[in-house]
């Protein structure tokens, strides 16, 4: 596992369960992994390149259709964490485990709405 913030943002991509978002709401599930713009740029990018998402304008959509395994790829651990998405404070975390690296915590309904559960 790498733990670089580009591949972690890549293989999200990948795996979300979404038939299309909006740049913002791309974004969004992004900002978990980094707020930084040119990080999100090179993320955005690179999973374009590679064929990973297609980009018309402001609309964004996966096509990996590889979706994460709620039972082996995401994990939950119990402990004192803070949500990567929402702030708040959770007893029990979800991470999702990645290729390049394990990406959490989040609360309940944080993890579906970033894989596209919800």
């Not at 795996?15 to 791309?26: F, G, K, N, V």
């Amino acid at each position: 596992m790498s733990d670089d913030p580009i591949e972690i943002g890549v293989q999200l991509l990948e795996r979300l369960e979404h038939a299309e978002l909006s740049l913002a709401e791309t974004i969004d599930r992004l900002e978990t992994i980094t707020t930084h713009p040119a990080t999100t740029r090179a993320i955005l990018e690179t999973a374009q390149a590679r064929g990973i998402i297609e980009r018309d304008g402001a609309t964004v959509k996966p096509v990996g259709g590889r979706f994460l395994q709620f039972q082996s790829e995401v994990i939950t651990k119990d402990g004192d964490f803070t949500c990567r998405r929402c702030g708040s404070q959770l007893s029990t975390g979800y991470f999702m485990r990645l290729e390049a690296g394990e990406h959490g915590p989040f609360g309940s309904t944080c993890i579906r709405k970033v894989t596209g559960r919800e």
